[in-house]
């Protein structure tokens, strides 16, 4: 398994402050994920990046922006935390094969 | 539209028997297949996949089938155990070599002793 942490492992915030969720991975993988699950929804992609610096978006990118200025860590960021953001975020990373390999998730608890 | 579906949310099965999960598809381009199981508070870990030059991928007690005329992949697990209980999520992607997957919404397996 790709070596994966996400930072913090459980937040709560209120609604309109931001929030940022990291992503840390150690086996240089170029791809990286973003996702949110949800019940009913299953594993809906927020953002991604194919590289440093390249990032494109997800089908649930709205409310969601994202940063990778080094290969090993991908930052998603709330702007604006709102109640319909409360989810379990789970990064992904992907080498040259199509598995992607998750980190634990951070439970995300917006009031 | 979801481009990929697991009509079935939940699935309880007796232990040592078979567990058959089933996932379909819409997007004719997908070209690879994959299935991951998820415990609670973890992350998913990738189980198995198959590409679509071929029908059946075989991993231990784990086989993938796919039939690619009907737009339908099925999981099979067996004999089942306690621990294959899980949320398992199909996932397709490789559609014009995009870097993306799309992901059903998971089935929960119930192992019974």
């Known amino acids: 398994d790709a070596g994966i942490t996400q930072s913090p492992r459980h937040k709560v915030t209120e609604t309109g402050t931001p929030v940022t969720l990291r992503c840390h991975q150690t086996?240089?993988?170029?791809?990286m994920y973003w996702y949110r699950q949800d019940p009913g929804h299953g594993l809906r992609l927020i953002h991604y990046?194919?590289?440093?610096?390249?990032?494109d978006k997800g089908e649930v990118s709205d409310g969601y922006s994202v940063s990778r200025s080094k290969t090993e860590d991908f930052l998603l960021t709330l702007e604006s935390a709102t109640s319909s953001q409360t989810s379990v975020y789970f990064c992904?990373?992907?080498?040259?094969?199509?598995?992607?390999?998750f980190g634990p998730g951070t439970r995300l608890t917006v009031t | 539209d979801q481009q990929v579906k697991q009509n079935s949310p939940s699935l309880s099965v007796q232990e040592g028997r078979i567990s058959i999960l089933n996932c379909d598809y819409t997007?004719?381009?997908?070209?690879?297949f994959l299935w991951y199981k998820k415990y609670p508070a973890e992350g998913p870990t990738f189980l198995i996949s198959?590409?679509?030059?071929?029908d059946k991928n075989e991993d231990g007690r784990f086989t993938v089938f796919l039939n690619k005329s009907a737009k339908h992949l099925s999981l099979h697990i067996v004999p089942s155990q306690p621990g294959d209980s899980a949320v398992y999520f199909c996932?397709?992607?490789?559609?014009?070599?995009?870097?993306?997957?799309?992901f059903g919404q998971g089935t929960r397996l119930t192992i019974n002793p």
């Open positions: 996932a397709s992607g490789g559609e014009q070599g995009a870097q993306k997957l799309v």
């Open positions: 997007n004719s381009m997908f070209d690879y």
């Open positions: 990046s194919y590289g440093v610096k390249d990032t």
């Open positions: 086996e240089n993988h170029r791809y």
């Open positions: 992904a990373t992907r080498g040259t094969s199509y598995e992607q390999y």
């Open positions: 198959i590409s679509s030059i071929k």
